[in-house]
């Protein structure tokens, strides 16, 4: 013991100067603990909001969810497409010419209306005015061309539709 005690005595001075030193520093990587404790403790609180302690059982529930959103979504898509291919069939492009078919009249009240599908399918109404009565014509359009020769006014009204997207 003496030996000990001898080395005490020597290295006294670095001793009580070392001490303070390492507790300083011991309450350092204390704070820093702390602090790393704190941020997993709100991690885990926020994981564990709805108050349920076994984690497989809350993972097995997430993944539930996120399979039933997966089915949700793929029936949506499905929805899509099947409304897009309805949209083609409705019609997309819209031409309408107002003219004088009679110049006894007085103003533009008869009209040719161009309607056509994506695929420029349709027909073409043209509504004729005059003192004695009101006629329609209704002429088939099949991709953009009529079998029957059209009017001025309908050739006008198919060419707006057509460059209508």
Known sequence: MDIFDFYIRYYERYILFAIPILLLLFI????IQQVRVSKLKKKYNFFM??????????????????????HA????????????????ETFQHIGIVK??????????TSFALSLLTSKKDGFIINVIHSREGSYTYLKKIEEGKSMIQLSKE??????QSMKNN
């Open 99 to 108: 003219y004088n078919a009679f110049k006894e009249m007085s103003g533009d």
């Open 49 to 70: 909001k709805n108050g349920e302690k076994d984690i497989e059982k809350l993972l097995v529930d997430q993944m539930n969810q996120i399979e039933k959103i997966n």
């Open 28 to 31: 350092i990587l204390n704070i």
């Open 154 to 159: 309908e050739e006008e009204a198919l060419n």
């Open 73 to 88: 979504v793929e029936g949506l898509e499905n929805k899509h497409i099947a409304m897009d291919e309805t949209i083609k």
